[in-house]
C-alpha cells in the first residue's frame, strides 16, 4: 500500500479535491472574531508510528476523534533545514529560514505574528506562543528591519517559567526541566522577551505555589506546556496561537518505546487542545486549528540514517508529513491529496486572519482559505 | 587550500600508515573536487586504527581513485578496475564538482580535521539547499564504485543472532512484527539452555573460521562466559568509560565559550586512554569502543541504544561473519541533566520498554546485516530469551510462515545455517 493509499484509507473519507473541487468553505464569522491555533506534533513523528496501519494504533484520537473533523492535507513536505528550531522558525514565517538551530537567534524574516499584528494593528498580547525549550525564546519575533522589534508573539516557556518558580531545590520537577534532546546537555542562555515570573500570576492567574503544584501532577514537558496553554486561553485569549510540542524528539535518544510513548502522549494533548478550544467560550465556533509535524524522521531503509532516531538524511520520509485542519472554514471528513509545502501555512493563516504575508515564500491553500 | 595543491608533507600530522596511504595516491587526491576530498580523508586518517575489511575498502577504493585519474601509473596494480570501465573521471564526480562550497569551507584545515570539515559541510549542505544534489551524487558515485569494486563476499555466510526481552516474564503484545514476513515464526521453542547454547554455537564458527573480528558478541549487560576468540564488547565493561565520559562532559559544559558543536568536535577527538582504557588494549577495538560513546547519540545513558548502536557500526565497519548480540534492560527514563549528575541513586530498570526497544533493535539488526555483501545467503535468528518464541530467516525458510511445532534453539540454527 503506497504512502497516498494508506493515509487516505486511514482517514477514511471523502477525498476532497475529487469531490468538492478546492474552494474553501465560508465560515460566516466576522474576520475579527476569527482565531487560528497551530499545534507542531513535535518533534518529528514517521509515518509508520501515526498514520501507517501498524502506527494508527498509537494515535487513537487523531483517528477517532479529530479526522472526521478535519480536512487531512497527507502530503505536506518541508525542503528546509530539518532541525526543530530552525524548521518550526520556518513554518512560522513561511520562508525556509537557515538560522544555525542550536543558536539563540530569531528568524531572519517575519513571523506569522508580526505580519499579524502590524495589519490588523493588535496588541501583543493577542498573539502567544508556548514553546518546549530555552532554544524557542526568539521564535517570537524576527530580526527583519521592516517588522521584528516590539511586533512580535509574546513567548512563553513553560520549563523556564518552572524553573523560575523553583527556585531552589528541584528534584521532584527534574523530568519536566529536559531541555531539548538534539543536544540534550544544553540550554541555550536566555536572551529573548520570555514571560518572567511574576507575570505568572498577573498572566497565567496562577500562584507559584499552584503552579508548582499541578506541575508536581504531570509527567513530561508537553503536559506542563498544554496545561499553560489552557490558562493562557481563558486569561488572554489571543487569536493566535502557536503550540510546539517536543516531547517526541525523545527519540534521539534511541529508545524506541520512549518514541511511541511520546507519539501517543501527543496524540491526546492534541485531542485535549481541541477540546479546550471547543468549550472555551472565546474560542468555540470561531476557531481554526491547524496540527502538523514539523518534519518527519529518516526512514529504516536510508543507510545514512540510524531510522526513527534522528532526521538527518533528509530523504523522503524525513521531509514529507500531513497535516490536519479542523473548526471553523473547515470542510469536515474530507482528504487532499495534492502536495504543499509547510511554508504554505502561513500565506493560508494570513488568508484566513486577514493580514498580508507579503514577504513568505508559499502560498494559500485554497482548500482552506 | 584546494586538494590541487595538496603536498605530502600536508600528511606529516596523520598516523604512520594513514600517512602512507594517503601520499601512495596523492595524484589521485589532487584531481579530485573538494566536496568530495575530505569525506575520503576523514576515513583514511583513521586508517591505523581500522579493521580488516575496512581497509580493505578503502585501499581498493583509493586504488580505483588513481586508475581513473593517472591510469597509465596503475596498469601494472592488480586494482584498476574503474580503466576497465572506460568511464572518464569527470563522469564519476561531475555531481560533486557542482555543489557551490563557501570560502570559509576552502580555508578550513580539512586535511587535519577532515571530521570537522564534513561537518561544517553539512550545515552548509542543508542551508544552501544543495543537500539533495550531494546526496545524488554520492549515491551515485558508490553505484559506481561498487560496479566497477564489488564488495567482498564474506568468508562464509553471514549469521546474525538476536536475544531480547532479558527480565521480562510476561509480554501480551505480539512481537517480531516487523521480522516476521521475512521468515518463520516459532512459538513453541524451548528456552532451557537458550544463550550457552547460542554462545557455544557462534564459538563453534569462531573455532572454525578463525578470521580477525569476523565474530562478535555485544552484550547490553554484562557478559556471560564466551569463547575467547570473539570480540566482545558489553554495556557493563565499558561503565568506567562512560563514568569517565560524562565527567569530562560536565567540565568542558561548564568552560565558556563551549557551545553543541565544539562539544562534538571535542569528543570526536578522545583517545582511549584518556577515558581510562589502558595502553595495553586492543588499539584498534579500543577505539571502536571509545567511539560508540562519543559519537553515538543516547549510548552513554541506555543500554539498548548502546547495544542497537554497536550493531549497527560493527556490521558496518568490521563487517563481522557472526554477530550475537542479547540486549539488557535499560535504566528507566530520567531527564538528561539528572542521568549525568552523578548521583548515587540505586538505577531503576524498565524492562518492557526495553523489549519493545530492542525488538525495534533486532529488526535494524537484520536491516543493517542486510545490506552487506552476501545477503541473499545471511541468515538471523532473534529469540525472546527465557521464552518460547523465536524468528528464524534464512535463504532455505519460507517467508511470513509460523510453526507451533515444539523446536530448540539448535533446531532453527540448524534450519538456517
Known sequence: MSRRDFLRSAAGVALGGALLGSRALASGIPVKNRKVVVITFGGGARDQETFAPEGQVNIPHLMGELIPQSSFFTQVVNRGILGHYVATASLATGVYETINNFASLPPEHPTVFEYFRKDRRRPASDTWVVAPSNGFNRIGESSHRSYGAGLGAQVILPKHLLTAALSGGHSEYQHLLRDNYETPFYAPELGGSEVELEQLERILNLSVEDFKGHARTLSSPDELSVYVVRQLMRQEAPSLLWITMHDIDVAHAGAYSLYVEGVRRTDRLCAEVWKIIQTEPEYAGKTTLFILPDFGRDSDEDSGGNGFQHHRTGDAPSRTTWMLALGAGVRENVVFDRPMESTDLVPTIGAILDFSPSLAQGKPISELA | ?417
Open chain 2, 1 to 417: 587550500m584546494l586538494p590541487r595543491d595538496l603536498k605530502a608533507e600536508h600528511f606529516n600530522r596523520y598516523p604512520a600508515e594513514a600517512r602512507k596511504l594517503v601520499t601512495d595516491y596523492l595524484v589521485a587526491l589532487q584531481a579530485l573536487p573538494l566536496s568530495f576530498v575530505p569525506n575520503l580523508l576523514r576515513e583514511a586518517i583513521d586508517y591505523d586504527f581500522k579493521f580488516p575489511a575496512e581497509r580493505r575498502a578503502l585501499e581498493r577504493e583509493l586504488a580505483n581513485l588513481q586508475s581513473l585519474i593517472a591510469p597509465r601509473s596503475t596498469e601494472h596494480s592488480p586494482e584498476h578496475a574503474a580503466e576497465r570501465s572506460s568511464e572518464q573521471p569527470q563522469e564519476w564526480f561531475r555531481g560533486f564538482a557542482q555543489i557551490k562550497l563557501s570560502p570559509q569551507l576552502e580555508q578550513m584545515d580539512w586535511v587535519n580535521s577532515p571530521a570537522q570539515f564534513v561537518e561544517q559541510l553539512s550545515t552548509h549542505l542543508w542551508a544552501t539547499h544543495q543537500l539533495d544534489a550531494f546526496r545524488k551524487a554520492a549515491t551515485e558515485y558508490a553505484d559506481r564504485l561498487h560496479a566497477v569494486v564489488p564488495l567482498e563476499p564474506p568468508p562464509i555466510p553471514r549469521l546474525g543472532i538476536a536475544v531480547i526481552g532479558q527480565g521480562v516474564s510476561a509480554y501480551d503484545e505480539p512481537l517480531f512484527r516487523k521480522l516476521r514476513p521475512h521468515g518463520g515464526y516459532f512459538s513453541r521453542v524451548k528456552p532451557e539452555g537458550g544463550l550457552r547454547l547460542l554462545l557455544n554455537a557462534i564459538a563453534a564458527r569462531a573455532q572454525a573460521h578463525p578470521i580477525p573480528y569476523g565474530h562478535w558478541y555485544v552484550d547490553g549487560g554484562e557478559e556471560a562466559e564466551h569463547f575467547p576468540a570473539l570480540t566482545c564488547v558489553s554495556y557493563h565493561a565499558l561503565e568506567p568509560v562512560r563514568s569517565a565520559l560524562l565527567r569530562k562532559m560536565r567540565t568542558e559544559i561548564a568552560e565558556p565559550g563551549m557551545g553543541p558543536e565544539a562539544l562534538r568536535t571535542l569528543l570526536a577527538q578522545m583517545n582511549p586512554v584518556e577515558l581510562g582504557l589502558g595502553p595495553a588494549g586492543d588499539p584498534v577495538l579500543d577505539r571502536f569502543r571509545v567511539k560508540l560513546l562519543t559519537e553515538g547519540s543516547g549510548t552513554q545513558i541506555f543500554s539498548t541504544t548502546f547495544v542497537q548502536w554497536t550493531a549497527r557500526e560493527a556490521l558496518r565497519r568490521a563487517q563481522p561473519c557472526t554477530l550475537l548480540v542479547r540486549f539488557a534492560p535499560r535504566q528507566r527514563q530520567k531527564p538528561m541533566n539528572e542521568l549525568i549528575s552523578e548521583k548515587e541513586d540505586e538505577t531503576e530498570l524498565d524492562p518492557h520498554g526495553s523489549l519493545m526497544d530492542a525488538d525495534m533493535g533486532a529488526y535494524y539488526n537484520w536491516i543493517n546485516q542486510q545490506r552487506l555483501s552476501g545477503a541473499d545467503q545471511s541468515s538471523f535468528l532473534v529469540w525472546f530469551e527465557n521464552h518460547n518464541e523465536a524468528v528464524a530467516i534464512g535463504p532455505s525458510m519460507p517467508r511470513a510462515t509460523e510453526s507451533s511445532t515444539p523446536t530448540d534453539l539448535r533446531e532453527l540454527l540448524s534450519l538456517i545455517t
